[in-house]
């Protein structure tokens, strides 16, 4: 088959589809990247994978550049022959919902959470939830990355019961994400990391603050900023206030990064007060590589963690628990921490392995491939 796999940024495609894509390849079907144009396209050509840029603007809202780019999407999958969509992000999925029942080309979302429209409610919302209504119930099928937004969509009307199911997030690599050994250091000195796109909903203001509370007891405690400033998203924490915060000894800005690994083997303990997610492919990372999490007990996010046992969750927006919870794990023995890391581990290697999100797919793709075959075959012999 021909399918094309897409996303609001090639940058996605790469870091979390890029083994999916190949193993399609694997399995002798046709596979082309969608997205926006950025570095990463050419690392995606590199990789082997065919790329079409298609402006997918994930902050935008003028009605008239959103059709262009619907109709951008509609030519790429005529002129390509795509016979499947593979699709990832609220404007993702939605833009390939729209193109695909336009040309009919069967689509099949990937719900990776519910994005800033599900977050704070607008009329945005409203906009949002009449278009899911409008297109998922014609899907083949619709992933969800937790059951929090499953039962969101089933409860609203957005899409059947009997369409839907839950993978494990987008899974994590066991073999590149291996267990580290925790650093050696004062266990009152800990280096905390937050890795994530900089925007409010990420509670990034809640780790901040949180910093500022932990650090009056613990001076010598580290907080660290992994990922990238300056994202098109109404959410995104300006570069001034990262600056401000640098400034006043908060916080570290680490930048952007292609591998998250030393990051993360460098890290006591890794942390995202986000107010909710699909599973986060961080906090999984982390977990791989036996870091204790500390996370909220949002959709998404409280998937990651056995709270107690792999690592500690905090009330949603609430910089006051957060700051309790790292309190609590500075307090923690380093056996107790070292524990903590390898529960991660293991409840990484039972549920959330990315080859389990592999499999699904190419059992998918094949039985889609199996059953257009089988009717073009009898519609010959007619």
Same mark, same amino acid.
């Given at each position: @088959?021909?399918?094309?796999?897409?996303?609001?940024?090639?940058?996605?495609?790469?870091?979390?589809?890029?083994?999916?894509? =190949?193993?399609?390849?694997?399995?002798?079907?046709?596979?082309?990247?969608?997205?926006?144009?950025?570095?990463?396209?050419?690392?995606?050509?590199?990789?082997?994978?065919?790329? +079409?840029?298609?402006?997918?603007? /994930?902050?935008?809202?003028?009605?008239?550049?959103?059709?262009?780019?619907?109709?951008?999407?509609?030519?790429?999958?005529? =002129?390509? /022959?795509?016979?499947?969509?593979?699709?990832?992000?609220?404007?993702?999925?939605?833009?390939?919902?729209?193109?695909?029942?336009?040309?009919?080309?069967?689509?099949?979302?990937?719900?990776?959470?519910?994005?800033?429209?599900?977050?704070?409610?607008?009329?945005?919302?409203?906009?949002? !939830?009449?278009?899911?209504?409008?297109?998922?119930?014609?899907?083949?099928?619709?992933?969800?990355?937790?059951?929090?937004? *499953?039962?969101?969509?089933?409860?609203? /009307?957005?899409?059947?019961?009997?369409?839907?199911?839950?993978?494990?997030?987008?899974?994590?690599? &066991?073999?590149?994400?291996?267990?580290?050994? *925790?650093?050696?250091?004062?266990?009152?000195?800990?280096?905390?990391?937050?890795?994530?796109?900089?925007?409010?909903?990420?509670?990034?203001?809640?780790?901040?603050?949180?910093?500022? =509370?932990?650090?009056?007891?613990?001076?010598?405690?580290?907080?660290?900023? &992994?990922?990238?400033?300056?994202?098109?998203?109404?959410?995104?924490?300006?570069?001034? !206030?990262?600056?401000?915060?640098?400034? +006043?000894?908060?916080?570290?800005?680490? /930048?952007?990064?292609?591998?998250?690994?030393?990051?993360?083997? +460098?890290?006591?303990?890794?942390?995202?007060?986000?107010? =909710?997610?699909?599973?986060?492919?961080?906090?999984?990372?982390?977990?791989?590589?036996?870091?204790?999490?500390?996370?909220?007990?949002?959709?998404?996010?409280?998937?990651?963690?056995?709270?107690?046992?792999?690592? *500690?969750?905090? %009330?949603?927006?609430?910089?006051?628990?957060?700051?309790?919870?790292?309190?609590?794990?500075?307090?923690?023995?380093?056996?107790?921490? !070292?524990? @903590?890391?390898?529960?991660? %581990?293991?409840? @990484? +290697?039972?549920?959330?392995?990315?080859?389990?999100?592999?499999?699904?797919?190419?059992?998918?793709?094949?039985?889609?491939?199996?059953?257009?075959?089988?009717? !073009?075959?009898?519609?010959?012999?007619?």
């Amino acid at each position: @088959m021909r399918v094309a796999v897409v996303s609001n940024t090639a940058w996605y495609l790469f870091n979390f589809r890029l083994n999916l894509m =190949r193993a399609l390849q694997a399995d002798g079907h046709e596979v082309v990247a969608v997205a926006p144009a950025d570095a990463y396209a050419e690392r995606l050509r590199a990789a082997g994978i065919g790329f +079409e840029p298609v402006p997918i603007s /994930g902050g935008g809202t003028n009605p008239l550049v959103e059709l262009q780019s619907v109709r951008r999407l509609r030519g790429v999958l005529r =002129r390509r /022959g795509v016979e499947l969509v593979l699709s990832y992000t609220p404007k993702g999925n939605l833009y390939s919902a729209l193109a695909g029942l336009s040309c009919g080309v069967p689509f099949v979302p990937n719900v990776s959470g519910l994005g800033r429209a599900f977050i704070r409610r607008s009329p945005v919302t409203l906009v949002a !939830q009449a278009l899911y209504r409008l297109t998922f119930g014609r899907a083949l099928r619709v992933f969800f990355q937790n059951n929090d937004d *499953l039962n969101v969509f089933v409860h609203a /009307g957005l899409a059947r019961a009997e369409q839907c199911e839950r993978l494990p997030g987008s899974g994590v690599d &066991l073999r590149r994400f291996t267990p580290a050994p *925790l650093p050696q250091r004062p266990a009152d000195a800990p280096v905390f990391l937050l890795v994530a796109r900089l925007m409010w909903d990420k509670g990034v203001g809640e780790y901040v603050e949180a910093a500022r =509370r932990v650090r009056q007891r613990h001076p010598q405690a580290r907080f660290r900023l &992994l990922g990238f400033v300056d994202v098109a998203n109404p959410s995104a924490v300006p570069r001034a !206030q990262v600056e401000r915060w640098e400034a +006043e000894g908060l916080v570290e800005y680490l /930048g952007p990064t292609d591998d998250v690994r030393p990051f993360l083997a +460098e890290a006591d303990c890794v942390v995202l007060p986000s107010y =909710r997610e699909g599973v986060p492919r961080t906090l999984l990372e982390a977990a791989a590589m036996a870091r204790p999490i500390v996370t909220t007990d949002a959709p998404g996010c409280r998937d990651t963690v056995i709270d107690g046992q792999s690592g *500690l969750l905090c %009330r949603p927006a609430d910089a006051a628990d957060l700051g309790d919870k790292l309190l609590r794990f500075i307090d923690l023995a380093p056996q107790a921490r !070292q524990a @903590m890391g390898h529960a991660g %581990r293991a409840l @990484m +290697e039972r549920s959330f392995s990315e080859q389990l999100v592999l499999d699904r797919y190419r059992q998918l793709v094949s039985d889609i491939s199996a059953h257009r075959k089988t009717a !073009q075959t009898a519609a010959c012999s007619r």
